[in-house]
């Protein structure tokens, strides 16, 4: 199944590269340049994963997140940032998101964030579909 991105990036050239990269490698990818449009875009369509910058010029990465989970609890966050303190790396997970990247990164780091999220992604799902069997089972046992 074809994973769902939302990218909010506010640098356009970084947009462009990312938008492709993560296309290129099998990913339905939105790209938006703004928190406005990425919070629009939240509330008309469900995403996997949104991938966002924390600084943006109208609305925070983390107010996002705030907002994605709000709508769409089960998309996954992952933010980037290119201010990396543990201040901001604490208030990143308090704020819901699942991992950050420290700009510059890489596309290799970006792919192994993303990998380690969709395999956690899939542990998850596969747990749950097992505990609805094993109580299926329980339940006609009674």
Excluded: W
Excluded at 3 to 24: A, F, M
Excluded at 80 to 94: D, K, P, Q, S
């Amino acid at each position: 199944m074809v994973q769902k991105i939302l990218l909010v990036e506010d640098e356009s050239l970084l947009c462009k590269n990312l938008t492709r990269h993560l296309s290129n490698n099998g990913f339905d990818v939105t790209a938006v340049e703004t928190g406005l449009a990425a919070a629009e875009a939240i509330e008309k369509e469900t995403y996997d994963i949104m991938l966002t910058d924390l600084r943006l010029p109208d609305l925070s990465g983390s107010e996002l997140i705030q907002k994605a989970l709000s709508v769409s609890p089960g998309t996954i966050s992952l933010l980037m940032t290119a201010y990396g303190t543990m201040e901001t790396a604490i208030n990143v997970f308090r704020n819901g998101a699942t991992d950050y990247l420290l700009k510059p990164f890489s596309f290799e780091e970006l792919d192994e964030k993303l990998n380690h999220i969709l395999e956690t992604k899939q542990k998850t799902l596969e747990e749950i579909h097992l505990r609805h069997v094993i109580q299926a089972i329980d339940e006609s046992d009674s």
